[in-house]
T-cell receptor
Framework: NAGVTQTPKFRILKIGQSMTLQCTQDMNHNYMYWYRQDPGMGLKLIYYSVGAGITDKGEVPNGYNVSRSTTEDFPLRLELAAPSQTSVYFC???????????????FGPGTRLTVL | DAKTTQPTSMDCAEGRAANLPCNHSTISGNEYVYWYRQIHSQGPQYIIHGLKNNETNEMASLIITEDRKSSTLILPHATLRDTAVYYCIVRVPPNNAGNMLTFGGGTRLMVKP
């Protein structure tokens, strides 16, 4: 199992450019998430998905879009990059057990994005 | 989800126990206490969770007070590789709306030789 993989590891964008951050998991998890982490801060949820075809907004969705066409993939799209989107982006996945207490989230290694 | 309060930073000598406190005085009866950690430049890693009983696994122990308003994560024999930011998260079990984790500032644990 590779777990949760993210590409690219690093990227520099110019203001107004667009890009897609890729996230793939091979654990057959239903739930997937995108978080961002600004320097020295905790993680904030951008979007999440409870299964293929179902996505919903998290705490900070503005400026981002997602899609979930398969169980494995959950790409994050930035349409018009802005300096405020400079951050480290983490993808995560989980498979909640029945009873709900053991829903461990597994995180990818992150994508470091700089918008200049 | 209930808010949590953790010290900003702590030091621990290598080989000694590291005790990381967390206050969650507004916790509800159905909210669990989760601990994650984030080693520099890596994604967060799950450590342990509990509801009201003390819990232990291969990584750590979790002690929850009887009134559930605070808890302590214990790393019994801290190593240099345990240097990380430790997040205490209080939340309800997942439902159809997803398993969102709300990360606060965490405690930066520095394990020193």
């Amino acid at each position: 199992n590779a777990g949760v993989t993210q590409t690219p590891k690093f990227r520099i964008l110019k203001i107004g450019q667009s890009m897609t951050l890729q996230c793939t998991q091979d654990m057959n998890h239903n739930y997937m998430y995108w978080y961002r982490q600004d320097p020295g801060m905790g993680l904030k949820l951008i979007y999440y998905s409870v299964g293929a075809g179902i996505t919903d907004k998290g705490e900070v969705p503005n400026g981002y879009n997602v899609s979930r066409s398969t169980t494995e993939d959950f790409p994050l799209r930035l349409e018009l990059a802005a300096p405020s989107q400079t951050s480290v982006y983490f993808c995560a996945s989980s498979y909640p057990s029945t009873g709900g207490s053991t829903d461990t989230q597994y995180f990818g290694p992150g994508t470091r994005l700089t918008v200049l | 989800d209930a808010k949590t309060t953790q010290p900003t930073s702590m030091d621990c000598a290598e080989g000694r126990a590291a005790n990381l406190p967390c206050n969650h005085s507004t916790i509800s009866g159905n909210e669990y206490v989760y601990w994650y950690r984030q080693i520099h430049s890596q994604g967060p890693q799950y450590i342990i969770h509990g509801l009201k009983n003390n819990e232990t696994n291969e990584m750590a122990s979790l002690i929850i007070t009887e009134d559930r308003k605070s808890s302590t994560l214990i790393l019994p024999h801290a190593t240099l590789r345990d240097t990380a930011v430790y997040y205490c998260i209080v939340r309800v079990p997942p439902n159809n709306a997803g398993n969102m984790l709300t990360f606060g500032g965490g405690t930066r644990l520095m394990v020193k030789p």
